[in-house]
């Protein structure tokens, strides 16, 4: 006889208790496959309820599929629902302890991820505070289906502040905001790619920029980067590229900034090969010895579509990135993002319009410099002191900094190694597409970390490396 308890002060229906402990059953295999359960009445009689809640627990597992009705015969558990569902539910559970595990292991440890901004700083009243006005004064058409453009209002705040801050030269019907950086590089490969072209791609790069290129079908050409930045030279003149993508203003990973003689180059290259340039305006904003350079875009509008973002600049989890395009190719790209999402989400953008239109913005980013460049100035210090002869490579601006050993190979064994001293540091040679020069630089990421924690990790790399050179051949 089947019978399980029902609790009648309980705030879940009676259907469904009788529901979940017949479904739990069955997927502990408690009740079998092909098992015949007891009539509606007779399982009513057995757990006190009406037959009524009986039928309708039933009437739903026989709709999802646990049971299953044989005329003239009876209620039976459906064939291979059992082992499915168990398998299921041990993945849903070695998932969850996996994600547990996790999080306490990353509570122990000091990652030097790079290109994540300081979440203990977002502005959370100012942005709260404008959340709500923008919902209590909006008219009614601004929660609707909008222009796959972006926000009107948002679109001609940016051309004012990219104009004063970065040097760009665009009319607001340029912009097309968009889900984060991501999309719209996605979007321009998508629209730009031609069958038997190739993106040109300076190497090292952030390899979800690789990702993004290759997912789309381009065959990725790296371009040699040096301490200045990408290499014109090594660009090619006989196959012409879709597109040549560069972070210019304070390239990633290593960190340099591209002089105006190589970015003419790269304006006169494109010229020539019919071509773009797909700047990537990387934590530009972030520059800690003298002032930041402006944009390439300015230098050409017809021929630089530039990609801007504000994840990290407040926080990636507000998705609002922006494409600023040579008229041209406007429509086609408004056609793409319109068969993508249709448009990005309407309400954050009306609230950073007013974000960047009330000054908000000018004033976050002077008090993330200061404290970036604090952070920046702790992790160096700490460097110096632990590793006299390490060399620091790169401008001093963003989030990270790049270090290069005299002799130690930056590679896996090494790495992991970090990892048992709680200590996580990333490998340039991990971005890079040419392998084999940039084996002993590690890049050391600082923006979401504290000084504190900061100093704690470069203790840490001390221990680590301390005992590599004991453990391994000498370097």
């Given amino acids: 006889m089947l019978w399980f308890p029902i609790d009648r002060h309980s705030t879940t229906s009676l259907v469904q208790q009788v529901y979940t402990n017949i479904r739990t059953l069955i997927l502990s295999e408690q009740l079998k496959e092909h098992e015949k359960l007891p009539s509606t009445r007779e399982l009513a009689h057995s757990i006190g309820t009406s037959r009524n809640t009986v039928t309708d627990a039933y009437e739903q597992l026989i709709l999802e599929g646990y049971l299953l009705v044989r005329p003239r015969s009876g209620t039976y558990v459906a064939a291979g629902v059992v082992l499915k569902a168990a398998e299921t539910e041990k993945r849903e559970s070695d998932l969850a302890d996996w994600l547990q595990t996790e999080q306490h292991d990353s509570r122990q440890f000091i990652d030097f991820r790079a290109s994540h901004p300081a979440m203990d700083h977002f502005p959370r009243k100012v942005w709260g505070r404008l959340a709500k006005e923008v919902c209590y004064d909006s008219a009614d058409e601004l929660f609707g ?3 796959p453009f972006g926000d009107e209002t948002l679109r001609r705040v940016l051309a004012t502040y990219l104009a004063r ?3 760009v030269a665009c009319h607001p019907e340029q912009i097309v905001i968009t889900a984060g950086a991501t999309q719209g590089l996605a979007l321009i490969t998508q629209l730009l790619l031609k069958e038997g072209e190739h993106v040109a791609v300076e190497d090292p790069v952030t390899d979800e920029m690789r990702h993004i290129f290759s997912n789309a079908g381009a065959n990725v050409y790296p371009v040699k980067a040096d301490d200045q930045g990408i290499i014109p030279e090594k660009l090619s003149h006989h196959e012409k590229p879709s597109f040549v993508f560069v972070i210019p203003s304070h390239q990633f990973p290593l960190g340099a900034v591209l002089p105006i003689q190589r970015r003419i180059q790269l304006v006169e290259y494109v010229r020539q090969m019919n071509s773009y340039i797909v700047e990537d305006d990387y934590d530009s904003e972030f520059t800690y010895e003298g002032t930041a350079v402006y944009s390439m875009q300015g230098l050409d509008s017809k021929r630089v579509i530039y990609v801007g973002t504000f994840s990290k600049i407040l926080s990636p989890a507000l998705r609002i990135g922006y494409v600023i395009l040579p008229y041209q190719l406007i429509d086609p790209f408004k056609e793409l993002k319109w ?3 249709r448009h990005t989400a309407t309400l954050e953008q009306q609230i950073m319009a ?3 239109e009330e000054g908000h913005l000018d004033q976050h980013v002077r008090r993330m ?3 970036y460049e604090g952070r920046r100035k702790a992790l160096v210090a700490a460097l110096k002191k632990s590793f006299p002869d390490l060399k620091i490579i790169g401008h001093a601006a963003g989030m990270h900094v790049v270090v290069e050993w005299k002799q130690l ?8 190694h970090c990892k048992q001293h709680q200590v996580i540091v990333y490998p340039v040679e991990q971005y890079a597409l040419q392998k084999g020069y940039h084996t002993k630089q590690m890049v050391l990421g600082y923006g979401s970390l504290t000084e504190a924690d900061i100093r704690i990790g470069v203790d840490r790399l001390h221990e680590a490396v301390s005992i590599f050179k ?4 000498p370097f």
């Fill in 165 to 167: 801050t970065r040097g």
């Fill in 145 to 147: 289906y909008r222009t």
């Fill in 354 to 356: 007013r974000f960047i």
């Fill in 470 to 473: 004991q453990t391994t051949a």
């Fill in 339 to 341: 068969f993508s999402d």
């Fill in 369 to 371: 410099k200061r404290i």
């Fill in 409 to 416: 190979e930056v590679d896996q064994a090494f790495v992991d």
